[in-house]
């Protein structure tokens, strides 16, 4: 099946610094790709949809400035937590359908944890 | 938007014994349902989808039933086994282009060895 991967994995940063997270798909291309976040014992929350050559779509409460996602590539998504603080630890995760039909891959998920 | 409901929130089983996962869906257009399952610490993975032209769909110990006229649709394990344990998401998309996916609250099922 479609792989999708995320990077990094996990990452511990301090109050104030910013993290890029990349979410590459390895075997198609992907115009769109949708980030989530998920917060322990709860759904994902999609934040935003991500796409390719153009600018991102915000879910609404989402901040833009604070989520900086860039979609520059048709097999590379990132997704920049600028100035973070700790209300911003959770588990970050994004998708990429293949089709168009409804399929959609998930990445492995990257774990935040803002100190 | 579609909002998708999901029951239980959380489930335990025997090993062995079947375990059936509901989900009710509001946009009668959505026309794709996937089910999604979730270990600790990793990514959804897709373990069964069936669309609306289908009203089940099996794969080996895993099945999905759609009933259109009612908005719902099921996940059924048979012999479930300790690695069936994680969360179960279920969705419902209308396909055509890229849609987003509405996903259902969870269900943890824990499988009791």
């Known amino acids: 099946g479609a792989v999708v991967s995320q990077h990094p994995s996990r990452v511990i940063c301090k109050s104030g610094t910013s993290v890029k997270i990349e979410c590459r798909s390895l075997d198609f291309q992907a115009t769109t790709m949708f980030w989530y976040r998920q917060f322990p014992k709860q759904s994902l929350m999609l934040m935003a949809t991500s796409n390719e050559g153009s600018k991102a779509t915000y879910e609404q409460g989402v901040e833009k400035d604070k989520f900086l996602i860039n979609h520059a590539s048709l097999t590379l998504s990132t997704l920049t937590v600028t100035s973070a603080h700790p209300e911003d630890s959770s588990f970050y995760i994004c998708s990429a359908p293949r089709t168009g039909e409804g399929e959609q891959f998930f990445g492995p998920g990257t774990r935040l944890t803002v100190l | 938007g579609e909002n998708v409901e999901q029951h239980p929130s959380t489930l335990s089983v025997q090993e062995g014994d079947s375990a059936v996962i509901k989900c009710t869906y509001s946009d009668s257009a959505s026309n794709y349902f996937p089910w999604y399952k979730q270990e600790l610490g990793k990514g959804p993975q897709l373990i069964i989808d069936?669309?609306?032209?289908?009203g089940e769909k099996k794969d080996q110990r895993i099945a999905v039933t759609l009933n259109k006229t009612a908005k719902h649709f099921s996940l059924h394990i048979t012999e479930t086994q300790p690695e069936d344990s994680a969360v179960y998401f279920c969705?419902?998309?209308?396909?055509?282009?890229?849609?987003?996916?509405?996903f259902g609250i969870g269900t943890k099922l824990q499988v009791i060895p």
């Open positions: 069936i669309r609306s032209n289908v």
């Open positions: 969705a419902a998309i209308l396909s055509g282009g890229y849609q987003k996916v509405t």
